[in-house]
């Protein structure tokens, strides 16, 4: 549900509420992003392949 | 082992490790999927010949489905409690289990999900509760957070998929698997902050019932005691489960896959909770006790109904509750291996069993007058739906065993 939806009520619980599964959304769309450019750069400057350690 | 009787695959394996040859592995895939397709017949029906064809009917809308899903929620704790631990606590020996727990969350949570898709009857209507959500509902809240938690749990299992050994050779896929385990504390807060919501909110869901003095609790604000003792029970159960899959992992594999100070680990940390669970839980349960008598509900009128009657009390909180703890907390019972998987069996069927008394248990209870006691056992449907999703888990766990470096000690404990 988007602020702009019929059944949207400008109260503190909405926005709590939709406003938390949307920041939790947008963190690990970010993250995702994130790590996709600097992996996507890494290959343009050529630092991918073995430079990186192991991690567990 | 030579090239000629290497397994035709073998260059998918993991780095110095040892897998049977592919075409018993096939065999092995082909024998899980003949209750797999009972299990997709079972559904198929459910879908297409309505709820009808389960035992479910008015006095019982929650039956083994819902029982089966905050059974396996429970259970699949051990991923958000094990990363909590070792992302945020700090406590570096868990990176040896903590991939094995994403891998048995991701099974757990989409078993869940895909309970929750047969049980919903109309699957594809299952995206109303994200459009046109009831911000009041604690079951909006959990279906919210289960959904983003089964995000999460992907992302943590992505860079294992990254790091089979061909699929690492490429740059782009060796450099994104880098990057998210260095994301990973971050993901594992994400992960955490989701699933203390959602476990508790499946307690408070039984814990709000005003009209049903069985489940009905008092609490903290919005959230009933319930709501609390549900993560409890969850972070005490979900190690437990890590180590029991693992276990068994371990027997069908004939090789140790994890030393054993990691199993100690989290064995300890499971008995003091389970222990603090208990404590609470016997505390809420003698409260609740006294509140109910005085409500007009006295206490022998919830057990007076075979099969819920006293033995539901002691198996639950007693040879399910009491005995797994003195093993866990005991370090000489810990580490006798049989001990220990027998505590962890008696852990986990306690989660189960808690489960099914907060749903299935609440909803028989009379609460009127002229209500009748009704029991209520599942059919073959039901069970064959909800069996399905362990086929299909054992099939993940599976490929994921075979492929992905999910043990990093099993090059170490198995030398070729």
Redesign the interface.
Known sequence: ?FPF?F?WVNDP??FV??G??YT??L??VI??H???I???L??ICK????G?DE?? | MDSASAPFDSALFPEGTKRCQLRWFIVWLGILHGPLMVGVLAAVMCWGLALNVTYLNNNFPFGLWIAADLGVIALGAGAFFTGFLRYVVKIDEL??I??YAVVIGVVCYAAAQGILGVDIGQPLRGWFI????N??SML??VA?CIT?YF??LC?EYL?LILENRQINKL?????????????MP??AA?GV??SFFHQGSLGGVPGVLYGRPFAFREGFLVWPWTFFLFILSAIACGPCFTILITWITERFARKQLVKRNVFDILAKISGRLLALYLVLKTMDTIYWIAVAGKAGAPFRSFYTNQPYGYWVLVMELGILGVIPMIILLNKRARQNENLLILACILNCSGIFMNRWIMTVQSLAVPVMSFDKFVSYHPNWVEYASTLMFVWVGVIVISISYRYLPIF?QEKELNPL
């Open positions: 549900m939806a059944e619980v909405h509420f939709m938390s599964l939790v959304l963190c690990l993250i995702l994130y790590c996709g600097r992996a996507f890494d290959v630092k991918g392949g073995n990186h991690h567990h | 990176k040896n903590v991939n994200f459009w046109h959500a911000v009041h909006t809240e919210f983003c995000m999460v992302i860079p740059g782009f896929f060796h450099g994104m698997a880098h990057h998210l385990h260095e994301a971050t993901i994400i902050f989701l990093p």
